[in-house]
Structures are given as structure tokens and as C-alpha cells.
């Protein structure tokens, strides 16, 4: 009960100092510094909680890399977000002012040669198969198969859930090498036959039995999904999100530790109540941070720990402590799909150039590839999609353009990978130039550089979703453990950001109120 009367205690604000001072006694240990790892920090650390963040690597952000190339910042992968996705995180941190939307999102698509995509397409599925876009790519043969689903039944009993076995079969091969599968190549980084329809494309199946055909299913989804762009970014490029989360830990107090690898965890057992994380050196990240004569830190006790790695990282970590988190074999089939342990390596060349043949942007902001048909799996026109960073290419010289060219998709090695840089970067050039139809020689190449990633399975590939729910749980049976990010997530800010959220909520509750944690 409170009382107006200033010389008396309100309860309320005892009890909430009592919980505030509580939160500063707990330290969590938060294990990946990509995005995933930096917004459960935050969630832990704006609710008072003591955080130490540990990133095996030297830099922060993971798949969100901006880099500076000839006085540009160009991101040399993800490049932008799900419009409205991040609303949330972005107002908190304080930097909605800078978020832009594309100037083109405008996609073509190489299979033979370079073509534009139809714009109404779901998945690659076109709305209109007799669009020029459609007829260009299909050819006569493969627009007339299309159309034959508009005559063919409805599936009225159950329904597809494998894309491949959907579309060919309603629309023909065609449809499916030549529109389908370059798309899921490009943006799911696997093939048709491992995307589960109900995930990639929620409410097609549906919708198909509402029009009675594929085509009006798709045209449903796209009056559903209405105007507007899809894809945000910030002005200087996605490192602006990673840049924000990092000033905010720090200033909340946050430890946020580089170069500093966990190699392994130690359970609360026996008397022990609190988690022991080990790092690769046991050392301190930098060496001025060292005292004289000092040998390194000793493996550090936390209250709590969140693994925000990536797969790899965290099997090896969470396995020894998890039970039955290895039911699944390592690279065996989950429910005839995806492997239980997987991921898509790419390596990226990113380009700047001078090319006054790109000043119009001849074919779009993005090019997919049928799988096979060049050593790309794709390619982006970075100063076409985003206006800022043509704005500042034209500021450091006129006709300057910035490409990223991504090699390797599903289960396809990168065409680089046993390339040195020189030549990576060379068959980099080579790719955007036949892709881009602009001829790019040496000596128009500014600057460039070699980047590699490995990507998680996007959730869209069959049996991930189930896999990450059975890791998920396993892994947040043990007391104020939790687990984050891509691989049991799904990939693409939109859906690591809300995940990391949820799993650092879920902790936290724990961590300071244990049993009793409110629902």
C-alpha cells in the first residue's frame, strides 16, 4: 500500500529497488557477437542485468559486415532488413531517423541469358503467365503449360507442402527451373525440393483451393501482402544496426569482448550454482588491457548464459551439457529435408568501379541465377538499389557503381574457395560483367575485397522449424541456459532480432525470479 506522505517508504518502490539491485548482482554471459548475440545482450542489459558479451572473431555483426572500400561503406553481405520488422529495437536504439527504403528492388534472372523476373510473383510462382517477362523466359511451350493450371482441379484433399512437386505439377518444368528455382537459389540458398510451401509461403496451399489455381493463389497473397517495399536498410549501410547495439551495451555497462572464443561450458552441479564458461586463451582481449606479468583470465562464472553462435559453435558447445541434444545425428535427413546440422558457406566479392554503362541500372538492383548456369549464384547492384550509396559513390567520382557478386547456393561450394584472393576477386569481375551485360575490364575495378560467410538454413527448408523447436527445448530444460540466433531462429533479421528478444526474455525472467519468474 502507498502513501502520499513523503516521510513514509512506498513498497512498491522498495520492492522494485530491491529487484533493481537484485539484476546488478546477476551476470550473464552472452556467447556470439552477430546480431542475434548483441540483442539478447541488450534485452539483458536495459533491465539492469550485468552483461558480458563474448565474440570469438575480431569484429562484431557476423553476416552483417560493412566494410570501407574506396572511402565507401558497402555492406559485403546482408544489406538490408524486413520492412517494419525491426521497428521496435530501431526505436529504442535511437536511429529510425536513418532508416531508407530502396530506390529499386526490380529483380532479373539469368538462366541462359539475363531476363527481368515478373514483378507478381510469389516464390518465383508468376501471377501472370503471360506477362513479357513470363513469355521471355518460358518461351511459347512453357507459358501454354503454365496456363493448363487454370484448367486442372484444385487440390481439394490435403494439400503440397514440397514446392518443387507444387509447381511442376501445376504449372510444368519450365516454371520451375527457369522462375522458381534461380529465386530459391538466390534468397533461400538451397533448391524447390527442400522448401516446405507452408513456411516459405504461408496461406498458398490455401489460398490454391479458394481460386482453384496456383496462379490466382498467388495474385490472392499478393493483394494480401499490398504495396510497398519489403526491404529496408539504414543510410552507411546495415553496420549502423550492429554500430547503435554496441554504443547502447556499452553505455548500460555492457563488457562487449572480441577475439574471445568459449570453447566450453561447465553445468551448475553439486553445490555449484552458477555456469563456467572457458575461452580459447583464458586471456584478455587486448593486450593493453593485461597487467604486467599477467598469464590471462581464469575461466569466468556467470549466472546465466545465452549461445548466440552459429550452429557449429554451439552444438560443440551446448552438446556436453544438453542431454539429447544429439538424438539427431549430425548431417542425417530430418523429416525427409534439410539436415540436422547444415548451413550454406558463400563467399562474396564486393566491387567498385568505374562504369558510366551502369550509370541506368540495365538490370535491376539484383540478378538470380539458375543453379548451374554460371559459376554465380548471384548478384546485386548496390548503388542502384540504395540512393545513399550512390549519392557518395558520385560524390568520389562520376559513373562509380558498387557490386557484390555471391558465389555458392545449397548444397554447391563456392567457385572460389580455392581460389586465392587475387583471383577470387578477378572471377568476380568476370561474373558481374556477364551478368550485369556491362563490360567490366581490370582497370575499372577501384577496389574490392573477398568476404566468407557460412549462412543457416533458411526456415522455409523442410524440417528445420521442428529441429530448432527440439534443440530449443532440450536446451532451455537446464537452468538459465537459452539458445539464439540463425539456425534455430531462421535466417534474416526479421526473424533473428524477434527470437534473440524472446530467448533474452525468457532468461532474464529466470535469472531473477527463478521458479516463480512471471508468465
Known amino acids: 500500500m502507498s502513501t502520499d506522505d513523503p516521510s513514509v517508504p512506498d513498497a512498491d518502490a522498495i520492492a522494485l529497488d530491491a529487484l533493481a539491485a537484485q539484476a546488478a548482482r546477476r551476470h550473464v554471459a552472452v556467447i556470439g557477437g552477430g546480431v542475434a548475440g548483441l540483442v539478447a545482450a541488450w534485452e539483458c542489459a536495459k533491465v539492469g542485468l550485468d552483461v558480458t558479451v563474448l565474440e570469438a572473431s575480431d569484429r562484431l555483426g557476423g553476416t552483417v559486415c560493412t566494410v570501407e572500400l574506396d572511402g565507401l561503406r558497402v555492406d559485403a553481405a546482408a544489406d538490408g532488413f524486413g520492412a517494419r520488422a525491426l521497428d521496435r529495437l530501431i526505436a529504442q536504439l535511437g536511429i529510425a531517423d536513418d532508416v531508407v527504403e530502396p530506390a529499386t528492388t526490380q529483380r532479373w534472372v539469368y538462366t541462359t541469358a539475363a531476363a527481368p523476373l515478373p514483378q507478381d510473383t510469389v516464390l518465383g510462382i508468376p501471377e501472370n503467365m503471360f506477362s513479357d517477362e513470363a513469355r521471355h523466359l518460358l518461351g511459347a511451350g512453357g507459358m501454354w503449360r503454365a496456363y493448363l493450371d487454370r ?28 522462375l522458381v528455382a534461380p529465386l530459391t537459389a538466390g534468397v533461400y540458398g538451397t533448391t524447390p525440393d527442400q522448401i516446405d510451401v507452408d513456411v516459405a509461403a504461408p496461406g498458398l496451399n490455401a489460398a490454391l483451393t479458394r481460386a482453384g489455381s496456383l496462379s490466382g493463389a498467388v495474385a490472392i497473397l499478393a493483394a494480401e501482402r499490398g504495396d510497398g517495399p519489403a526491404v529496408r536498410s539504414f543510410v552507411g549501410g546495415m553496420g549502423r544496426l550492429v554500430d547503435a547495439l554496441a554504443e547502447h551495451l556499452t553505455a548500460r555497462g555492457a ?4 577475439d574471445a572464443a568459449a570453447t566450453a561450458l561447465e553445468a551448475p552441479e553439486g553445490g555449484r550454482t552458477r555456469w563456467i564458461v572457458h575461452t580459447a586463451t583464458e586471456s584478455v582481449a587486448s593486450a593493453e588491457a593485461a597487467a604486467p606479468g599477467d598469464e590471462g583470465r581464469q575461466p569466468e562464472e556467470f549466472d546465466a548464459v545465452i549461445v548466440a553462435t552459429d550452429e557449429r559453435a554451439a552444438r560443440m558447445l551446448l552438446e556436453p551439457v544438453v542431454d539429447r541434444l544429439a538424438t539427431a545425428e549430425a548431417g542425417t535427413a530430418v523429416d525427409g529435408g534439410a539436415t540436422a546440422e547444415a548451413g550454406t558457406a558463400i563467399e562474396t566479392v564486393t566491387l567498385v568501379v568505374d562504369a558510366p554503362a551502369l550509370d541506368q541500372a540495365p538490370r535491376g538492383a539484383e540478378i538470380v541465377v539458375a543453379p548451374g548456369a554460371r559459376a554465380a549464384a548471384s548478384a546485386q547492384h548496390l548503388t542502384a538499389k540504395w540512393a545513399w550509396l550512390s549519392e ?6 562520376p559513373h562509380r557503381h558498387v557490386l557484390r557478386v555471391t558465389f555458392g547456393s545449397g548444397s554447391t561450394p563456392p567457385a572460389t574457395a580455392a581460389l586465392d584472393d587475387a583471383s577470387a576477386i578477378e572471377l568476380g569481375r568476370a561474373e558481374a560483367s556477364a551478368l550485369f551485360g556491362v563490360e567490366l575490364d581490370a582497370a575499372s575495378v577501384r577496389a574490392a575485397t573477398r568476404q566468407r560467410f557460412v549462412l543457416a538454413p533458411n526456415p522455409a527448408v523442410r524440417g528445420r522449424a521442428a529441429e530448432a523447436a527440439r534443440v530449443r527445448n532440450a536446451v532451455e530444460a537446464l537452468p538459465r541456459l537459452a539458445v539464439t540466433g540463425a539456425w534455430v531462429s531462421g535466417s534474416g533479421l526479421a526473424r533473428v532480432v524477434p527470437d534473440a528478444s524472446a530467448a533474452a526474455d525468457r532468461l532474464r525472467r529466470r535469472a531473477l525470479f527463478g521458479d516463480r519468474a512471471p508468465g
Do not use: F, N, Y
Request: glycine share 6%; proline share 5%; charged share 35%.
Open 392 to 397: 557518395q559513390a558520385a560524390r568520389e567520382a
Open 255 to 258: 563488457r562487449v569482448r572480441v
Open 151 to 178: 484448367l486442372r482441379p484444385p487440390l481439394t484433399i490435403g494439400h503440397e507442402r514440397r514446392l518443387d512437386v507444387l509447381v511442376s505439377r501445376r504449372m510444368g518444368q519450365k516454371v520451375l527451373d527457369r
